[in-house]
């Protein structure tokens, strides 16, 4: 046994040396043979020369790290077994002038370090210089660039050298493959990712790609790209299917009613359609019964890339009911460049017309004045610019979505009919002189921000911080033109759309439990400033609400509930007031 053991011991041991032969050494020109045996120590026995010509790179990187800048390779002896090299290390610096050696001015611009040359810099410093010039080449067509520094000397009590750049060749993106099973068209994700075929290959753009695709809302990798070059050519390889983004909504609210009514019944429905012939196109229609009487109904279009060029079309109707008391139609019709990704720049023609229903006759006779509502028509011109960065589009844990908007245009009084042929008994002329006290054509401009962002705590828990803010100068308010704030996708504890108000400032904290990667438990609270219009009251008031909710999906949909309370005014918090909604999403 003993025997069997020590041959055992001895096989392991002539395994183990055969498994390392491949011997590796350095040998320094300026130091002496000790000085890479203590703090610079490395590896001297390896399986094959690949191995030991990466320690060899890791040796040089360890001692520019340390500042010993001039290090350079002297010459190499290798054979089928072995690699001796020697190596002159030079001595070690704390800070550098660093001049130019053959780079460009343009380069130099562009990379942000023409100032960088001529004064002392710190070793971190000229690696960052280093960094900016080859990432700036990468950008430019030449991922395989490489920058070095060459030719030093002494200048006065400071080691000096000089950077060079030698950029190789010229790559240009020759193919893009689209690898899986999906519908999506090459020309649409040669604009959304940025990678146009016999344009330089751009570093920045292809390291974006993943994230890219998973913001895709109807689509998703399903493993990371990879590139291949070749001949100065680079194939840009995605792997991608298809997923289930389109949406059927149902929601339905029931909230305690009013005017000896017990409950009221609200719902609302929805259809989204994302990209059904896989070019990016959209298709919106929403339905909504947000109080008796009164309904919505909102359509939109948007198709991203025209012809292969990153303008898009977009088109929005609105139509909101009243009660019997007006009609309001919308429009909004513009022209968006899309930039890289899911963001874009948009140019619109806003239209606005609003149709008096029935108008409060009584009220004018009494009152002697017009009502809170007319019929108007407004014309506008709007700028809008939409960013959105999220690690996740359905349901992130962070990243951040920004909208920013403005407009501006006339706004057009019309004489209402009924209002024209009323007349006045004490004067016994029409009532139409009412309008002279109004300016029929103004100008008025108007102002949005929103802004979401997710705040990571750990793996199932984030936080979501809101705020959204809007402002409208006029010089004739109608109760119609105002904000609708109010609802489970606004100002959550209050009926839908039930605050009217000309500017508001919102404010949201939710937090959120995942329960798996779509479904999630949350708590938030929400508040506003709006105006007051209660006399001797005000200017401001400050709503706010709070509760809790719950987001399942299951193999039918995603289905939600939402518990709410509010507080407005001087109205106390009840529960008999408490806003439920129960949701409905089926994604197909």
């Not at 962002?453 to 828990?461: F, N, P, S, T, V």
Request: aromatic share 14%; net charge positive; glycine share 8%.
């Amino acid at each position: 046994m003993r025997f069997g053991g020590l041959l055992l011991l001895l096989f392991v041991v002539v395994l183990a040396h055969s498994q390392n032969n491949y011997s590796f050494k350095i040998t320094p020109a300026d130091k002496a043979p000790e000085f890479f045996t203590k703090k610079f120590a490395y590896k001297t026995s390896f399986k094959d020369s690949s191995l030991a010509n990466k320690e060899l790179a890791l040796v040089l990187r360890r001692l520019k790290g340390q500042g010993y800048l001039a290090v350079s390779v002297d010459s190499t002896v290798t054979d089928s077994t072995s690699i001796h090299v020697y190596m002159y290390v030079g001595e070690p610096v704390d800070k550098l002038i660093v001049q130019n050696g053959n780079i460009p001015d343009n380069i130099l611009s562009s990379a942000g370090v023409k100032n960088s040359f001529g004064k002392p810099a710190s070793i971190s410093g000229i690696d960052m210089l280093k960094e900016k010039l080859i990432r700036d080449c990468e950008n430019r067509g030449y991922p395989f660039a490489t920058v070095w520094l060459d030719s030093f000397y002494q200048s006065g009590n400071y080691t000096a050298a000089k950077v060079y750049l030698q950029k190789n060749d010229l790559i240009v993106i020759d193919t893009i493959r689209i690898l899986g099973q999906t519908k999506v068209k090459r020309m649409f994700l040669k604009n959304y990712l940025g990678l146009k075929t016999g344009k330089p290959y751009n570093e920045s753009n292809v390291a974006k790609i993943t994230q890219r695709l998973r913001e895709l809302q109807f689509a998703e990798p399903i493993q990371p790209h990879t590139v291949e070059f070749k001949s100065g050519k680079a194939a840009i390889n995605l792997y991608l299917k298809d997923r289930k983004a389109s949406q059927f909504n149902g929601l339905i609210g029931f909230l305690p009613g009013s005017s000896g009514q017990k409950l009221l019944v609200t719902g609302e429905a929805r259809i989204h359609l994302f990209s059904p012939f896989g070019v990016g196109e959209e298709l919106y229609l929403e339905w909504q019964k947000l109080q008796p009487k009164t309904q919505r109904l909102d359509v939109r279009f948007a198709y991203p890339y025209l012809v292969g060029l990153p303008l898009g079309i977009s088109a929005r109707f609105e139509l909101y009911k009243r009660d019997t008391t007006y009609l309001d139609l919308n429009g909004d019709y513009g022209i968006q460049y899309q930039i890289i990704g899911s963001n874009y720049l948009k140019a619109s023609l806003r239209q606005q017309t609003t149709i008096m229903l029935n108008v409060d006759t009584a009220f004018i006779k009494a009152a002697r004045k017009l009502p809170a509502n007319l019929d108007i028509s407004a014309n506008e011109f709007a700028l809008e610019y939409f960013l959105q960065k999220l690690d996740y589009r359905f349901n992130p844990v962070s990243g951040y979505v920004l909208k920013v908007n403005a407009s501006a245009g006339v706004k057009q009084i019309k004489k209402n009919n009924a209002v024209v042929g009323l007349y006045d008994e004490l004067t016994s002329r029409s009532f139409e002189f009412l309008y002279d006290t109004a300016k029929l054509k103004t100008f008025q401009f108007r102002v949005g921000l929103s802004i979401d962002k997710y705040w990571k705590l750990a793996a199932r828990h984030t936080i979501k911080t809101s705020f959204s803010g809007a402002y409208f100068f006029s010089r004739n308010i109608f109760e119609n033109e105002k904000y609708r704030l109010g609802g489970v996708s606004s100002l959550r504890g209050f009926d839908d759309q039930s605050i009217f108000t000309p500017y508001f400032a919102m404010a949201n904290l939710e937090y959120r439990f995942l329960l798996s990667k779509n479904s999630y438990f949350h708590t938030f609270f929400n508040s506003a400033m709006v105006e007051d219009t209660r006399a001797g009251k005000g200017p401001f008031d400050f709503p706010f609400g709070f509760g809790a909710g719950a987001a399942i999906e299951t193999k039918i949909g995603l289905f939600g509930i939402t518990y709410a309370m509010g507080r407005q005014l001087e109205n106390k918090l009840s529960f008999r007031s408490a806003k439920i909604h129960f949701g409905y999403v089926n994604y197909f």
